[in-house]
């Protein structure tokens, strides 16, 4: 497989939303759950972290608590609205992942196709 810098970093970015994406579902389905509080990732930061690591494979996305939230009385902090939010927002950076990945795949194959017909 072709490799560069380019494409592990939008390996990366895919990895992170799938990630996210995940958190943010864990998020919803536990809105009623007594005490149960917000999980997220910084993205950004850990989108920096992944790509200036030699070795990805090992490096786990550092999932926290989300602080600053309305607290139920039940203790539980999950708000659907933001997890709507953010789960559109995940889905739009995968989405542009995807895009990215494709767009460099056609120029791969364009030159592939290019060079074999000369």
Same mark, same amino acid.
């Given at each position: 497989m072709?490799?560069d810098a380019?494409? +592990? &970093?939008l390996e @990366?970015v895919?990895d992170?939303?799938?990630?996210?994406?995940?958190?943010v579902?864990?998020?919803m389905a536990?809105? *009623? +759950?007594?005490?149960y509080?917000t999980r *997220?990732? *910084?993205f950004?930061?850990?989108l920096?972290r992944a790509c200036?690591r030699f070795?990805?494979?090992?490096?786990a996305p550092?999932?926290r608590?989300?602080?600053?939230l309305?607290? @139920?009385p039940d203790?539980n902090?999950?708000?659907?609205?933001?997890?709507r939010?953010?789960? &559109? *927002? +995940?889905?739009?950076?995968?989405n &542009?992942?995807?895009?990215?990945l494709?767009d460099?795949f056609?120029?791969?194959s364009? &030159?592939?196709h290019?060079?074999?017909?000369?």
């Amino acid at each position: 497989m072709i490799e560069d810098a380019s494409m +592990t &970093a939008l390996e @990366r970015v895919l990895d992170l939303a799938v990630f996210r994406s995940e958190l943010v579902l864990s998020n919803m389905a536990n809105i *009623d +759950t007594p005490g149960y509080r917000t999980r *997220d990732i *910084d993205f950004r930061h850990e989108l920096e972290r992944a790509c200036s690591r030699f070795e990805y494979a090992s490096l786990a996305p550092a999932a926290r608590q989300v602080l600053g939230l309305v607290e @139920r009385p039940d203790g539980n902090n999950v708000s659907l609205e933001r997890e709507r939010l953010l789960l &559109a *927002d +995940t889905q739009l950076r995968f989405n &542009a992942g995807v895009q990215l990945l494709r767009d460099r795949f056609k120029l791969i194959s364009s &030159a592939i196709h290019e060079g074999s017909s000369s």
